[in-house]
């Protein structure tokens, strides 16, 4: 059943990014100001907005693992965790290469850039946390311990970088900036298209890390029974 | 101009893309490494059973 | 008082019961906080660690940059706060792991005292440590290096404290949570620095005013409330959760 599920949302997260890679390049026109090169934006943005609602579950999933202790709940914050800080990466570096053509810098210590960063490196830490504790209880309490300190971060890092200073340009999707109406509807196809990749990659991460307990606890069995 | 910043989108795309499978190819060893690891317990339950 | 707190109604009792309670566990947190100094002061393994690196990172400074007056004007916060929150680390590092032999933690956990109170009086001892490694610095900060940081002594002061908590509350709920991990000591410093980002940056932003001697303006005086507000955040939150990291 579950596989059933994978494929068919790996189906459909590959048949709309087909779609939407095709407007992308060869339907919708240049931008005027920018050129070719606005076209990042359609990763750009939906994959930090996936990111960030990878965050939003992994912090749930942790606090409703420190209330019940049932530990799909630790699987699946570790499995959401790891695949927002894949997308969170494409977002970085994506916009690191725009940057170059757009500000001619590489990375400047602007606002958005930096919280970006630092929440990358929060989320780094939960993985190499968990990474250093062996004993599975410990290490789900812990870490969930720690997701809750993270995400209690990132909105403090976010308001306290935005004081600091700012080059990057307000949100032109949201923020009441002009856009041209085809441009943000395929903007939000691939925004869906990007969720349902991230979907199928944190099923599969998930199976994958309910095995891996499956053989932890049977070897310990095979090892108490001999 | 125009040829850099077509670069550059290029550059963009193909980044993306390649973390994306970076990542995929991380999940590929890890269910590499979790088949292995049943194989190995099979084998010891095997022994067990004969033993 | 206590014929008083008997003759009022239900909720009064309660609240009565809870004020007596708290003022217990400050009494608790006191103590072991005491307890922790007490232990310091006899061994002082982990200031004289602290204090000397501290004096090391300055020195160093010397050579990364050129330390005439213009250039240290605009550093100078940062430099300090990287100072201490290297140094503290040094200090944090040792606050639960020096409890680990003889089986003291589960002592301690299985003492008739709530993990908060623990928590805090741990906290509470860290913060006076640190803060001692931080006046010393800047004492030998405002000598290598021509500051005047004395012209603002108490609102410096006020930084240095609310800068402090925030440290030493992060530093001492990871350093629970980091205790019986192997690479204990490399965990602490990677989780604990990018979670202190903005207690951190805010606490450089007022320094660099007033160890220059100029007054807290109040474009920047906005970092005060970010601080405070990231105190009382992280403080609350560590209270909740210190039972789940020490007892599961």
């Not at chain 1, 602007?110 to 929060?122: F, G, H, I, K, N």
């Amino acid at each position: 059943m579950r596989e059933k599920v994978i494929y068919a949302l790996g189906v459909a997260a590959a048949l709309l990014l087909a779609r939407n890679l095709y407007s992308i390049f060869m339907v919708l026109p240049d931008e005027a100001s920018q050129g070719m090169i606005y076209r990042i934006i359609f990763f750009h943005v939906p994959a930090a907005i996936t990111a960030m609602l990878g965050a939003f579950v992994a912090a749930f999933a942790s606090i409703m693992f420190l209330v019940t202790k049932n530990f799909r709940y630790d699987s699946v914050a570790v499995s959401v965790t790891e695949v927002g800080l894949a997308f969170l990466a494409a977002n970085l570096v994506t916009g690191s290469i725009w940057g170059r053509i757009i500000w001619g810098i590489w990375w400047t210590w602007d606002a958005r850039l930096t919280s970006a960063l630092v929440c990358w490196l929060l989320y780094a830490g939960y993985l190499m946390l968990r990474h250093a504790i062996e004993e599975p209880t410990a290490r789900a309490r812990i870490a969930a311990v720690f997701n809750i300190f993270a995400f209690a971060d990132v909105p403090i890092v976010i308001f306290s970088i935005k004081w600091w200073r700012t080059q990057h340009p307000q949100p032109v999707f949201w923020g009441g900036g002009s856009i041209d109406p085809a441009m943000k509807s395929t903007a939000v196809l691939n925004l869906v298209a990007l969720m349902l990749l991230a979907a199928v990659l944190v099923l599969i991460r998930l199976r994958q890390e309910e095995v891996q307990r499956e053989i932890d606890s049977l070897r310990r069995y095979a090892h108490a029974v001999v | 101009m125009d040829t850099r910043n077509f670069t550059f989108m290029f550059y963009g795309f193909l980044a993306a893309w390649l973390i994306l499978v970076v990542y995929v190819l991380m999940l590929v060893a890890r269910e590499r490494k979790i088949s292995d690891q049943i194989k190995s317990l099979r084998s010891m339950m095997d022994f067990k059973d004969h033993k | 008082m206590g014929a008083l707190a008997t003759s009022r109604d239900a909720p009064a009792t309660g609240r009565a019961a809870a004020a007596g309670g708290f003022v217990a566990g400050m009494r608790q947190s006191l103590f072991v906080a005491a307890k922790d100094l007490r232990a310091e002061i006899r061994t002082k393994e982990a200031i004289n660690a602290s204090l000397a690196f501290a004096v090391v990172i300055l020195l160093l400074f010397s050579f990364a940059f050129d330390p005439s007056e213009d250039q240290l004007r605009v550093l100078s916060g940062g430099l300090l706060w990287i100072v201490f929150a290297f140094a503290g680390t040094l200090v944090l590092n040792r606050s639960f792991a020096r409890e680990l032999p003889n089986d003291c933690l589960d002592a301690l956990v299985a003492a008739p005292v709530p993990c908060s109170a623990l928590f805090l009086g741990k906290a509470l001892a860290n913060f006076v440590l640190v803060l001692a490694v931080e006046l010393v610095s800047l004492l030998v900060f405002g000598i290598f290096y021509n500051v005047r940081w004395y012209l603002q002594f108490w609102p410096l002061l006020l930084v240095l404290v609310l800068g402090t908590w925030g440290l030493t509350v992060i530093g001492t709920i990871f350093s629970a949570l980091t205790v019986n991990i192997r690479l204990r000591e490399l965990m602490l410093p990677l989780l604990v620095y990018p979670m202190l980002i903005p207690a951190l940056m805010a606490a450089m932003q007022l320094s660099t005013q007033l160890v220059n001697g100029q007054p807290l303006s109040a474009d920047v005086a906005v970092w005060l409330k970010m601080l405070v507000g990231f105190d009382v955040i992280y403080t609350a939150l560590s209270l909740v959760l210190v039972d789940t990291v020490l007892v599961g």
